[in-house]
């Protein structure tokens, strides 16, 4: 059996069965295609299963470890050829799994810049400086979901007008990651921008999809793309590459923490299934540390006017049981 007609039937079992989100299902097939033509160019002109072995998998590995990539990215292109195994021994076509044999190194910790809430007011007010008003709306639109919501970037680009519901004041993820759906409350600033879009928004639009570059294109990874980079020049951001969607995502998440929202809140909030999951988006500022650097200190923390402000428990017993024997009318004369 030829190689890729195999890795074909798990990608299908894949989209179909497994219902894997868009976005992974794009990367396990680049992956696993990836592996494929490297085989053709290193001696297997016309790869086989049997081609899929432990051997060939630890010099693809040795390659792709070999140009220098961290080992986040090794494990991407690695974890796709461990679930393809897996699926052809549930198969039963192998015995065993032999990307399982290679060690892959310790992953390293994701390297997470937060778009500051200073950049976010930029990003907003920097859209007035867009002269056309359709775009200026639909920018606003788009960057308002991805900041007051936190969704997705797919998640943002495949909500439906059946989807958005201004009145009652929230909207329908209809399928998040891992086809979870949930309803996620509007704030006013979020509504405000939705309704001014909506209300320019072609009639005639040939699909419904929420957001529409123009009568017949629905924005898109590419279209949401262009729509963060124009707002970042117009706001003089142009090369703050750390600002995108994602990065988006993890400030809404930081900032309904601040506000006061529970660990348990947020997870629900971003459609995760688990708070180690959520934990990872939550940033501790530098501005958050040094207010908290003199608690660090063996020193007795001073008022700014010099005076002592530690608690002295003898004291505050003494002066406790004072009152309590004013209350009962046995107060010391």
Request: with cysteine; net charge positive; hydrophobic share 35%.
């Amino acid at each position: 059996m030829n190689l890729i007609d195999s890795i074909e039937d798990y990608l299908r079992f894949l989209k179909h069965e497994q219902g894997a989100a868009l976005t992974t299902y794009r990367n396990y097939h680049a992956n696993l295609f990836h592996f494929h033509r490297w085989l053709i160019e290193n001696g297997y002109p016309t790869p086989v299963l049997s081609d899929y072995n432990a051997t060939t998998i630890r010099r693809f590995f040795y390659h792709v470890a070999g140009r220098g990539l961290r080992p986040r990215t090794i494990y991407g292109y690695m974890i796709p050829l461990r679930s393809y195994g897996s699926f052809l021994v549930a198969q039963g076509v192998s015995t065993e799994n032999p990307a399982l044999t290679v060690k892959l190194p310790k992953k390293d910790a994701a390297i997470r810049q937060e778009t500051s809430e200073e950049e976010i007011t930029l990003l907003l007010d920097g859209i007035r400086r867009q002269r056309h008003a359709y775009r200026a709306a639909l920018t606003r639109a788009v960057l308002s979901t991805l900041i007051f919501t936190g969704l997705r970037r797919a998640e943002v680009c495949d909500l439906k007008l059946e989807h958005v519901h201004l009145k009652e004041g929230w909207l329908l993820v209809q399928q998040g990651k891992g086809k979870k759906s949930r309803k996620v409350p509007l704030c006013v600033e979020l509504k405000d921008a939705l309704a001014a879009y909506l209300a320019m928004r072609w009639k005639d639009t040939a699909h419904d999809y929420v957001f529409s570059l123009d009568r017949s294109r629905r924005v898109y990874f590419d279209g949401m793309r262009a729509i963060v980079d124009e707002a970042k020049h117009l706001a003089g951001l142009g090369d703050c590459d750390h600002i995108t969607p994602h990065s988006i995502r993890h400030a809404c998440a930081t900032r309904l923490m601040r506000n006061g929202a529970s660990l348990h809140e947020v997870m629900t909030w971003l459609g995760h299934t688990q708070l180690a999951t959520t934990q990872r988006y939550l940033h501790t500022h530098e501005e958050q540390l040094q207010g908290i650097a003199e608690l660090a200190s063996p020193r007795k923390p001073k008022t700014p006017e010099g005076e002592d402000k530690m608690i002295h428990l003898p004291a505050r017993k003494e002066e406790t049981r004072s009152r309590r024997l004013d209350r009962r009318g046995f107060g010391t004369r």
